[in-house]
C-alpha cells in the first residue's frame, strides 16, 4: 500500500498541527509499558520525570521558534497543545504510577491505560466532574435525538465540593455518584422524595411528586448517558467520607492531592522550567 503524508520544515505549521491527546495517550502507554516491565520506585520516578521534561522541551521550543511572548510573565501555550499540560498532570498524579503496579489495582489500571486508545486514555487523565445537587432546565433532559443535556463541568478540585451537594464524577472506566457528608436522608426525602442515594435508583416513580420524578429521572438520564461511554459501564455510589473514595479523589487532578500540587503549582513549575531552558 501506498502512504501519502504530509511533512513541513516549519515550527509553525509543527505546533498548529499537534495532537494534544495523541500526545499524551502514546505518552501514557509508553510509561504503562515500562511499569508494567519493570515495577520499581525508581522507574516510576524516572518516568514522571521523563514526562515533564518532553512537555517542558516542547513549550521550551515553541517559545523559542515560534512566540517571544511579547514580554508577558506568564506561560505561552500554542492553542493545539493548550490542554497537553492538564493531560500530563492527570498522569503525573495517577495512583497506579505510583504505586509503580505493586498491587492489583495498579496493575489492572495500568493495562487499561495501555490498551485505552486515544480518547479512552483521555477520558481517564482527566475525569470529568458534574453537579447534580438541584438539576435544572435543561440539564437531564434528553434531547430530540436522545441524548441528555449535561451540566456544565466544574472544576476537579475537591474544594469545589459543597458539603451537602451531590456530584457524578465520570473517570472513563467507571461513574461515581459523590454523596457529600451533610447530606443526610432528610435532605434527601427534601429533594428526591427518597431516603438514600441507592433509591435513586432503584425506587419506583409511582406515588412521588412531580418535582421529584423529575429531579430523580434527570439524575438518572445524566448517570445512564455517562456509562453508556465508560469502558466497564458501571455507576458506584460513594458516601464521603469512606474508605473506598481515595482513588476517585485523586482523579480531582486541579487539586492538590498527596500524589502532587494543584494545576496551579504545576503551571507554575513548568514556566520556571521553561524559562531555565530559554537562558
Known sequence: HTCTMQSTSSMYDLFRSADAEAIAAWWTRQACEKLLQKREPAMGKSLRKTVQDSVVGALAAYRRFCADGGGKPSMVLPQALRLLPLYVLGLLKRPSIHRCGKDARAVEDLLYLRSAGVEGTVRALVSSLYDVTLLQDPYGVLSVNGRCVLPKREELDMQCLQGDGMYVLDTGRE?????????????????????????????????????????????????????????????????????????????????????????????GKLHYFVKSCLM
Not at 180 to 190: A, I, K, L
Not at 206 to 226: E, V, W
Open 175 to 267: 461513574v461515581l455518584l459523590l454523596v457529600q457528608p451533610d447530606c443526610p436522608p432528610e435532605r434527601m426525602r427534601e429533594r428526591y422524595g427518597v431516603a438514600s442515594a441507592r433509591d435513586l435508583f432503584h425506587a419506583k416513580l409511582q406515588g412521588l411528586s412531580d418535582s421529584h420524578r423529575s429531579a430523580i429521572t434527570r439524575l438518572r438520564n445524566i448517570c445512564h448517558s455517562l456509562c453508556e461511554g465508560t469502558s466497564s459501564g458501571i455507576l458506584r455510589i460513594i458516601h464521603r467520607p469512606c474508605t473506598s473514595e481515595g482513588d476517585a479523589l485523586h482523579s480531582l487532578v486541579q487539586g492538590n492531592t498527596s500524589f502532587g500540587d494543584s494545576y496551579a503549582s504545576f503551571m
